[in-house]
Every structure is written in C-alpha cells, then in structure tokens.
C-alpha cells in the first residue's frame, strides 16, 4: 500500500490551544483519503521547521504564486531600519 500526507485543501493553518499551530492534513493509502489528522507545532518547533524549510529551498528561484516571504523584500531607506515588530 501507498501512503501519502498532504495539507488538507481548504484548512489553513490555525493557532490551537496553548499557543501552538496547527496544520490540518490528510492520510491517504493507494490516492484513497483514509483519515485526516492534525500537525501540531509549539511556537518554538514552528520556528525550527521554518528555518529547517528556508535552508533546504536556499538557492532556489522561487515561484511566481510563492508567499511573501519567498520573495525579495525591499524597504524604503526614507523610514529608516526596520527593527522588530512595534
């Protein structure tokens, strides 16, 4: 039997109790949904994933529909730096 997990169309990522993140996803066996389940990530193990994802597509182009943080940030020197959040 084939297994694959994939993100659950439909269900974005959320913050759960405590919180934590969770992405919403879905086991199927031989392209058959089997069952849907839930990653669950504290803050800090997001973190981790995050910096472990931005490592691993370092270097590579990223596509045209990418989120923002894929692409290029430019800043307007006028406002100054940007030094963390307000």
Known sequence: MN???KRTPGHPL???DDDRLALPLTLTGDGK???DA???LSLAEAEHLHAALCRALDGTPAPGN???CRRPVQASTKHGPIAGRA
Do not use: K
């Open 38 to 40: 839930e990653l669950v």
């Open 3 to 5: 297994w694959e997990v």
């Open 33 to 35: 949904p089997a069952t």
């Open 14 to 16: 959320r913050r759960a």
């Open 66 to 68: 990418s989120p923002d």
